[in-house]
C-alpha cells in the first residue's frame, strides 16, 4: 500500500547488489531487503519467497534444482538412505566418483548406517566401502553425508551414507542420446525392455517383475506401456491411483526405477537399479 515505484525498481531491480541476502528453504528462494531499500524505514524489513516451480522449465530448470539440493544440504531427519526407499527419490539423483586423495594410491571410502544415532554417532561405519575412482548414483545429503548407492557390475547394491568430501558430485547428463535408453535392462530377476517402434513416437516398454516367497510362492507383475522420454526422465501409467505407474531416470549407464505397488501381485514391485544387458 503507497509502495514507491521508482524505490521497488531500485532496491529490487535487476543488479546483483540487490540481491545479496537470500537463503534456500523448503519453500523455494527467500530473498530479503533491509529497511530503506524498498521502503521507507518505518515499513521494515521485507521478504519475499520464489517458489521452485516459478524457475524455468526444462533443462534450466533441472539444474537448478541439482544445484540448489547439492549446497543446501538441509538438515532432514525424515530421510533415510535405505535400499527400499533410495529409489524413490526421483528428483534428487546425481553422480558421485570417489576421490584420489594427493600422495595416495588408493582410497577407501566406507558406507555408514542408517539407524538412530547415524550416519554420524558411533559404531555408524560399516564393513563396506568403496575405493578411487568407483562411481554411484547419489541421493541426498545429511549431516555432511552423502545417500549413495553402489551398484558393481556383478553381485548386489550397497546403500548407505558416504562422508561428502569422499565424492566428487556431476549431474547426469539431461538430455541423454536415444541409444542410450534403447535395450534390456536387468536388476536382479526383474527385467524391462526399452524398444523404438516405428509404429510409435516414443518407446515400447515391456517388463516382468517377481517377489518370491517361501517355496513355490511367487507372484508377478508387469509393465506393458508406450511412453516418451522428457530429458533423462520417463514416466508411465495412467492417472487413477490403481493404475500400474513407474518412473525413470537416467543416470549415465544406470536406470533407476520406482513404482506404485500396482503392477502385480502382492510385494511385487519394479523398484531398483538397472544395469543394461550387453
Known sequence: ENASNDWIEGGAGPKLENFENWNITKEGLKVAFDQYVVGPYAAGRYEIVVPFEKF??????????????????????????????????????????????????????????????????????????????????????????????????????????????????????????????????????????????????????????????VGDNIHIGEVDDVGSPNGNRLNLGGPDKYDCRVKMTLVNDLLVVSDNRMCGGVNVTFDGVYQKKR
Not at 569422499?166 to 535408453?181: M, R, Y
Open 56 to 213: 524455468a522449465t526444462g533443462r534450466r530448470k533441472t539444474r537448478i534444482e541439482k544445484i540448489i539440493s547439492s549446497i543446501s544440504d538441509q538438515e532432514d531427519d525424515r530421510f533415510m538412505c535405505r535400499n527400499g526407499l533410495f529409489t524413490s527419490y526421483q528428483d534428487a539423483f546425481t553422480f558421485g566418483t570417489v576421490k584420489m586423495p594427493k600422495g595416495e594410491k588408493i582410497a577407501r571410502s566406507y558406507f555408514y548406517n542408517d539407524s538412530d544415532t547415524c550416519p554420524e554417532g558411533e559404531g555408524c561405519r560399516l564393513k563396506s566401502y568403496v575405493v578411487s575412482n568407483d562411481q554411484m548414483i547419489v541421493a541426498e545429503t545429511k549431516w555432511g553425508f552423502y545417500c549413495a548407492w553402489y551398484q558393481p557390475k556383478k553381485g548386489s547394491e550397497t546403500v548407505g551414507w558416504i562422508r561428502k568430501h569422499e565424492l566428487n558430485i556431476t549431474l547426469p547428463d539431461p538430455e541423454p542420446a536415444i541409444s542410450k535408453w534403447l535395450g534390456n535392462w536387468e536388476s536382479n530377476d526383474n527385467s524391462l525392455l526399452i524398444a523404438k517402434d516405428p509404429k510409435l513416437v516414443g518407446f515400447k516398454i515391456t517388463g516382468n517383475a517377481f517377489w518370491k516367497g
